[in-house]
């Protein structure tokens, strides 16, 4: 009995030694990591960025390029989100760790030991970079196959020929929103209805990332679309119909299907739905 107690306290004792960073570790601005050196994130910026996505108690925070660990710090202590952060250097995670557990956050947040482009981090809503331009290219294939909606914030550098969704600057410095987008491109066939009156006509969209482009086939008439775009899996859109009114279309899509109302510029309202040819 004795012996097992020692082994357990031996076990509790090595896996808080491991969760705390070495006593003589002390970072440095300008530090090299594997793909970047370390610069710390200000406070205010740091703050802005989680307000830019939105960050809530129900979200999954994961910041890629932790450092000190601050961000997943902000994000479970003022957000009460989950959080966790991925950082390559193993002491500067360690360290970044026991920022974590000094703030008394570790039961909503982690820092971790790993390669930003090995980690899964598929499941989070909420992804937070400070990266270069180069590095924020490479990581954008991955970025979008995560679920609509999901939030991209970067601090410093775009995302090259995507477009933010909002952007922000603070004392200089610059923040940029990214929601990924569902997938809209190709043809659907739709089925629009107000009151008793139903009509059938297809839709077709190109995509380049949130903007669209396409057009709504009305028997013989081709509509072009305006104002086409996502947020997130909502879609907006308008076009002409054959009587010269104008559609301004909002929805929803969810996979092979999409749905929604609109309303027509004399004020009469209606419904609609379509499914992925």
């Known amino acids: ?95 970044a760790q026991g920022n974590v557990i000094k703030a008394g956050v570790a039961d909503r947040a982690k820092v971790i030991e790993g390669d930003i482009f090995v980690t899964d981090f598929i499941e989070a809503n909420v992804v937070t970079m400070y990266l270069l331009p180069h590095l924020n290219l490479k990581l954008r294939p991955q970025l979008l196959t995560m679920r609509p909606g999901t939030r991209i914030v970067t601090h410093s550098f775009n995302m090259d020929d995507w477009e933010p969704d909002d952007h922000s600057s603070v004392n200089g410095r610059d923040v940029y929103l990214y929601i990924i987008p569902a997938t809209a491109m190709g043809q659907w066939t739709t089925e629009a209805q107000t009151g008793k009156t139903k009509e059938t006509f297809e839709l077709s969209f190109m995509q380049r990332f949130q903007k669209l482009e396409g057009g709504a086939q009305l028997g013989t008439l081709r509509a072009g679309l305006r104002d086409a775009r996502m947020n997130g899996s909502e879609i907006r859109f308008s076009f002409m119909d054959q009587q010269g009114m104008r559609r301004d279309y909002t929805g929803k899509i969810s996979g092979p299907r999409m749905q929604g109302t609109f309303v027509t510029d004399t004020g009469k309202k209606g419904r609609w739905s379509a499914v992925r040819k």
């Open 1 to 95: 009995m004795r012996l097992l107690v020692i082994l357990s306290a031996l076990w509790t004792f090595n896996a808080t030694a491991q969760q705390m960073p070495p006593q003589d570790y002390e970072p440095k601005v300008g530090q090299s990591g594997k793909d970047v050196i370390w610069v710390p994130t200000p406070d205010d910026v740091v703050e802005r960025m989680l307000r830019m996505a939105k960050v809530t108690s129900k979200d999954y925070v994961v910041d890629l390029g932790a450092g000190d660990g601050k961000i997943a710090i902000v994000a479970a202590k003022l957000f009460k989100a989950r959080a966790l952060g991925v950082e390559y250097n193993p002491e500067f995670a360690r360290f």
